[in-house]
């Protein structure tokens, strides 16, 4: 008498990549969190983005141990980035101008693919698995070497085709040049770059982040005090905008400069009410996924091209 064979049975993952200006932050994501993890750099000597972006992939691929099966790819990237057709309408630190991320990746590895731009992904994973889990309307702002937000309406976070949240340019036709071509960018005095350039310029005293400026400042420093108080001020400015355009009432901070903590949220909290009069102040709470929260992104994007809905049983290590 014969016993029919055991089926095999494997558990679904995504690949998630996350793509910096510095590295690409790759990831094997099962229903239950990451299995394996990895960095490529996105630009070696040899090798373009693109490239680096097919290897990480490949890579992912050939590391996904035995009891597992890719049922689709996730991926975030800086830029203009259009969620719904799928291509990024231009990243000027990775030369790319309107490049069809989404099917590139699908030909080349045959699942589905779902792209999205690194700071809603980042807002997504934040809402979906971190710090606004749960929440209603809001929005997230991540401060790091750039600013850029994202936003959650009605349920979902909003594109705008790729436009929305991004906060860091224009708005000023006044003040330090910035690589924009503008004048006067928010991200050009309250990103921790900025932070740091500001400081630098002012002193001729090179630091390496806003860190060391918080540092200083806190030692009493009046010139890196000044300049701190100025960038905190701009992102009150800011996130006061946010909260007058759509009336949010939760604020998450993400991004490098958060790790600053209390230092950075309780003047930004005194910031925000001096922007704001007749609306209420929002609650301004610190991201929860630290610099995976792009990655966690990208894997949400990858289980929802996937078709297998929204992922929110994650365990995320805290
Ligand atoms: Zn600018």
């Known amino acids: 008498m014969s016993t029919p064979a055991a089926r095999p049975t494997t558990s679904p993952t995504v690949l998630a990549l996350d793509v910096g200006g510095t590295d690409i932050k790759a990831a094997v994501v099962g229903e239950h969190g990451m299995v394996v993890r990895t960095t490529v750099p996105t630009r070696t000597a040899d090798r373009e983005p693109l490239d680096s972006v097919l290897l990480a992939a490949h890579r992912l691929w050939e590391s996904v141990p035995a009891g597992y099966h890719v049922t689709g790819l996730g991926i975030a990237t800086p830029g203009i980035v259009d969620d719904e057709d799928g291509v990024v309408r231009g990243a000027e630190n990775l030369g790319w101008r309107e490049v069809p991320l989404r099917s590139l990746l699908e030909e080349e590895l045959g699942v589905p693919v779902g792209i999205g731009h ?46 929305a949240g991004e906060v860091g340019h224009g708005g000023r036709t006044t003040g330090e040049p910035c690589a924009c071509g503008g004048r006067g960018c928010i991200e050009t005095y309250a990103s921790a770059a ?3 350039r500001r400081y630098t310029a002012r002193t001729g005293v090179h630091v390496p982040g806003a860190r060391e400026v918080l540092e200083r400042a806190q030692a009493g420093d009046v010139v890196a005090a000044d300049v701190w108080a100025h960038g905190v001020d701009g992102l009150g400015e800011l996130v006061a905008g946010l909260v007058r355009t759509l009336g949010l009432r939760l604020v998450v901070v993400g991004g490098g400069l958060v790790r600053a903590g209390d ?21 301004l709470r610190p991201a929860g996924l630290g610099s995976d929260a792009g990655t966690y992104g990208a894997a949400l994007l990858g289980w929802g091209a996937s078709g297998r809905g929204t992922l929110t049983d994650l365990v995320v290590p805290v």
Request: proline residues 4%; charged residues 15%; aromatic residues 8%.
């Open 118 to 163: 690194d700071v809603r992904a980042g807002g997504l994973a934040e809402w979906r698995l971190g710090a606004g889990r749960g929440a209603g309307d809001h929005a997230f702002v991540a401060v790091g070497t750039g600013i850029a937000a994202s936003v959650v309406l009605h349920g979902a976070v909003y594109a705008g085709g790729g436009w």
């Open 194 to 196: 900025g932070i740091a």
């Open 263 to 283: 230092a950075l949220l309780d003047p930004l909290d005194a910031a925000v009410r001096r922007y704001l009069t007749v609306h209420p102040v929002p609650e």
